[in-house]
T-cell receptor
Framework: GESVGLHLPTLSVQEGDNSIINCAYS??????FIWYKQESGKGPQFIID?????DKRQGQRVTVLLNKTVKHLSLQIAATQPGDSAVYFC?????????FGPGTRLSVLP | NAGVTQTPKFQVLKTGQSMTLQCAQDMNHNSMYWYRQDPGMGLRLIYYSASEGTTDKGEVPNGYNVSRLNKREFSLRLESAAPSQTSVYFCASKHYYNEQFFGPGTRLTVL
């Protein structure tokens, strides 16, 4: 079946550095992709999304890149802050189906 | 707007007991979802409702039932709880071709 996976389960970065979190997806029919942030004890929170007709989208301090050729998605966080420490999920969507990866835990070191 | 709300926040059940998890959204969204989240695993879809009056099974529906009471409310029922249903349950909603909004979760332990 289709699945969304993450290359690294944990990522530690120095405060102020840039973070890159990667994700692979397997369903070429997926046309919508989302990154979520989940803090401990809370529900997932929307960060940024991208549709399949785009290859890059920028938000405030975050950028999502989509490479449909290799079915790869990445989230870049600029100038990582302590408040960015959380688990980050990618999700792919086709129709009513959302498939989530297991998540990457981002730890920001002082 | 409160967004997506879930009750209760925590629950402990004994094996065989039943309970209903409640979810409501005030964003006038058409679609609503129930997920479970287990350690080291991604969110897994239990059931969803694409619109008021319809429900469909997701990836892990066994042991659960749902009711789309109206456009705002979508409940999840465990008829006979089992330890394997110990998990964190999230409700989500969305409007057409947009992202899902999640509730704060219900942490369920089945002894």
């Amino acid at each position: 079946g289709e699945s969304v996976g993450l290359h690294l389960p944990t990522l530690s970065v120095q405060e102020g550095d840039n973070s890159i979190i990667n994700c692979a997806y397997s369903n070429s029919a997926s046309d919508y992709f989302i990154w979520y942030k989940q803090e401990s004890g809370k529900g997932p929170q929307f960060i940024i999304d991208i549709r399949s007709n785009m290859d890059k989208r920028q938000g405030q301090r975050v950028t999502v890149l989509l490479n449909k050729t290799v079915k790869h998605l990445s989230l870049q966080i600029a100038a990582t802050q302590p408040g960015d420490s959380a688990v980050y999920f990618c999700a792919e969507n086709y129709g009513q189906n959302f498939v989530f990866g297991p998540g990457t835990r981002l730890s920001v070191l002082p | 707007n409160a967004g997506v709300t879930q009750t209760p926040k925590f629950q402990v059940l004994k094996t065989g007991q039943s309970m209903t998890l409640q979810c409501a959204q005030d964003m006038n969204h058409n679609s609503m979802y129930w997920y479970r989240q287990d350690p080291g695993m991604g969110l897994r879809l239990i059931y969803y409702s694409a619109s008021e009056g319809t429900t469909d099974k997701g990836e892990v529906p066994n042991g659960y039932n749902v009711s789309r009471l109206n456009k705002r409310e979508f409940s999840l029922r465990l008829e006979s709880a089992a330890p394997s249903q110990t998990s964190v349950y999230f409700c989500a909603s969305k409007h057409y071709y947009n992202e899902q909004f999640f509730g704060p979760g219900t942490r369920l332990t089945v002894l």
